[in-house]
């Protein structure tokens, strides 16, 4: 079943013309027709969940947005940042009117009369064939009810964070804020807002045009409809696929990607980017929707699949993650953006053999101080998925620091005298 | 090295250069820059003033305006941020907070022209990205144009591993690519044309095939 990428290869499918002939834009008409409290009904009545990471529903979300006479936006979440997350680039890049009129849709909706998208600074090529889109229907008169603006950012993974964005759209440094109060109620400019990801918001004209009961009927009960899945790393056949929720997830990284190259197996796999606690070859016959993934203690987020085989040793991994958090990290919080660079330092030690096994338990322990003790998940984001290398390879790090140790002669350091974390390899 | 016991606190690459620094108290609180003495050319001013038009706030303009100047001074030196706060009416500080923060708004001096990002994040390094990126340099020393520089994940891990040469997103690369992306550069071509990202299909096979999903086959 194919819905967001249907036909997505459709030479021209990026134009106005070509997209209204394969039907485009009368979900709109359609939405129109109807008042904006029965369309977010139907959003409602689909069960769509946040494809950006959360997995909220849609419909929820869009009922918070308070109603009546004032300022409301809707900010389209395009920074798409997350190691292993391309899907919102293809998406926008080869029909990106299919975004606008998802916005467009989920204007009317909730009564924004100012909407944005936010795209990551990194897509500009992508930006400018957004920027193409917007013209073309502007011009055609299909956002006479909704001024939309594409934003382009400087290159900054925290800017995907909710509020980080609200902030950098508003021109500052893009700090997550303290939540509550939630964007639905003081969001942009400190109005009512409705934040979505792209793929959710590109969803909404084929609720609209196949009703949202219809649409719920697809993929699991409680994670309804189809998922664009991005999968890389050691698979034969990477890149996009839109499969139906719940499916097996072997079937994604075998039957669709390829499965790594001939003679390896998977040794480790992130389900929902490098954010996503890592799972094993057994988990593989999950089926793929959010609460399985959650149940098996990961979770689905972006819906972004990066396979790693048995040639790479667990401490490489643990490296790529901390390094990219500690870079990301905005600085705001203690824990966060010390225990980041901390992590970094401790993996580092390990790989050079000044590390003993019982640096493994301090670093578990600092993840342990991190999680749920910062403004936003970006922390987490980072001690979430070292948790779980250790959880499920402890052995392996262990084997791997005694070699590291024998390597230096047998020798182990004593651990640096509360100096801060190595400086080596962090800048980029 | 500085602050408490010489410890760089803040030097280890989290977005936060310059908490480090003592605040001088002593010095007047920063003025908007004076336009009658703050030259401004006349394109960036219009560029500037285009953003700034676009939104209900127009500090919303920031960060395009700062990208604009980058764009004409080939970095946000202080005199480009000078001349966007001119435009603004804002103050320098403020836009400088918000230059530092974000990877593509330079606030050091840079010769290039060019960009090569060569990504190293965690898909591309499973595929090689080190060797790569390693080429890339090699293929580079020497040369005042190209400015090299490993970056994190750019939203590309299908064609692992992957570089954004001034925008244009190329790969899977190989150490051999990297001389051919210096050359290519160079002679001001297109690069890499067989590998750039805008000409591959998409990977699912069974999307290839179909139609778009319109309202009109769809509806009942
Ligand atoms: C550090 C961090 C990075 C995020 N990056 C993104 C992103 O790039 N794109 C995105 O859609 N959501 C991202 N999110 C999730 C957003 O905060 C938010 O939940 C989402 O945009 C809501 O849209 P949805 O309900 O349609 O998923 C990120 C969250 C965090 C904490
Ligand atoms: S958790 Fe990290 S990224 Fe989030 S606000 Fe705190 S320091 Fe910034
Ligand atoms: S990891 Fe290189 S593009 Fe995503």
């Known amino acids: ?428 | 090295m500085s602050g408490a016991e010489g410890v760089p606190r803040f030097a280890h690459g989290s977005r936060v250069p310059g908490w480090d620094r003592a605040v001088d108290l002593e010095k007047d609180p920063e003025e908007v820059p004076d336009p009658a003495t703050t030259p401004v050319p006349d394109a960036l001013r219009a560029e500037i003033e285009e953003y700034m038009g676009r939104y209900p706030h127009a500090r919303s303009a920031a960060i395009p305006a700062l990208r604009a100047a980058q764009r004409h001074h080939g970095w946000c030196s202080p005199e480009a941020i000078e001349q966007v706060a001119c435009v603004m009416r804002m103050t320098s500080a403020a836009l400088t907070e918000v230059a530092t923060f974000y990877d593509m708004t330079e606030t050091e001096p840079r010769p290039h022209h060019h960009d090569v990002f060569v990504c190293t994040n965690i898909s591309c390094s499973l595929r090689g990205a080190e060797a790569v990126y390693d080429a890339m340099c090699a293929a580079a020393a020497g040369r005042e144009d190209l400015h090299v520089r490993s970056f994190e994940c750019l939203g590309a891990c299908d064609i692992a591993p992957m570089a954004s040469v001034d925008g244009v997103y190329v790969g899977p690369l190989e150490p051999a690519d990297a001389a051919t992306i210096a050359e290519d550069v160079r002679a001001g071509r297109p690069v890499l044309e067989a590998k750039q990202l805008a000409r591959r299909p998409v990977a699912d096979e069974e999307a290839r095939e179909s139609r778009p999903a319109g309202a009109r086959e769809a509806r009942p």
């Open chain 1, 1 to 428: 079943m194919k819905l967001l990428f249907a036909g997505i290869d459709e030479p021209g499918l990026n134009t106005l013309d070509v997209y209204r002939r394969a039907g485009g834009y009368e979900s709109l008409h359609r939405a129109l027709a109807m008042t904006p409290d029965q369309v977010v009904a139907e959003i409602d009545a689909s069960g769509l969940r946040g494809r950006g990471g959360a997995g909220f529903q849609m419909g929820k979300k869009a009922a918070f947005i308070p109603k009546g006479d004032m300022d409301k936006y809707l900010v389209c979440n395009a920074d798409e940042s997350e190691p292993g997350a391309f899907k919102d680039r293809e998406l926008m890049q080869k029909n990106p009117h299919q975004l606008v009129e998802g916005m467009a849709i989920a204007a009317h909706a909730t009564g924004c009369n100012r909407a944005f998208v936010f795209i990551r600074g990194e897509y500009d090529y992508v930006a400018d064939i957004l920027d193409a889109a917007v013209a073309e229907a502007r011009g055609a008169g299909l956002l006479d009810h909704v001024d939309l603006v594409v934003h382009r950012g400087a290159g900054a993974y925290i800017c995907g964070e909710e509020t980080a964005l609200l902030d950098a759209l508003e021109g500052k440094r893009g700090n997550p804020r303290l939540k509550p109060p939630f964007p639905a109620n003081q969001g942009l400019y400190q109005g009512p807002t409705l934040i979505n990801n792209v793929e959710t918001l590109a969803t909404v004209p084929h609720i609209v045009r196949m009703g949202g009961a219809e649409y719920a009927k697809l993929g699991t009960e409680t994670s309804t409809g189809t998922k664009v899945v991005s999968v890389s790393g050691h698979v034969q056949r990477p890149g996009n696929y839109e499969i139906e929720l719940g499916i097996p997830a072997r079937e994604i990284v075998y039957g669709l990607a390829g499965g790594p190259p001939e003679g390896r197996k998977v040794k480790l796999w992130f389900p929902g980017g490098s954010s996503a606690p890592v799972l094993t070859e057994e988990h593989l016959d999950l089926p793929y929707d959010f609460d399985s993934l959650a149940k098996a203690g990961s979770m689905l987020g972006s819906g972004s699949i990066i396979v790693v085989d048995d040639t790479v040793p667990v401490i490489d991994v643990a490296k790529w993650v901390a390094k990219f958090y500690t870079h990301e990290s905005c600085g705001k919080c203690t824990p966060c953006r010390e225990g980041t660079a901390w992590t970094l330092a401790m993996v580092q030690r390990m790989d050079r053999g000044e590390a003993t096994p019982m640096d493994i338990e301090i670093m578990a322990g600092v993840q342990e101080q991190i999680i749920g003790h910062c403004l936003c998940v970006l922390g987490d984001s980072m001690a979430m998925p070292i948790s779980s290398l250790v959880k499920h390879f402890r052995e392996e790090l262990e084997a791997h620091i005694e070699a590291a140790r024998a390597r230096r002669d047998g020798v182990p350091t004593e651990p640096p005298p509360g100096g801060s974390p190595e400086q080596e390899e962090v800048a980029a």
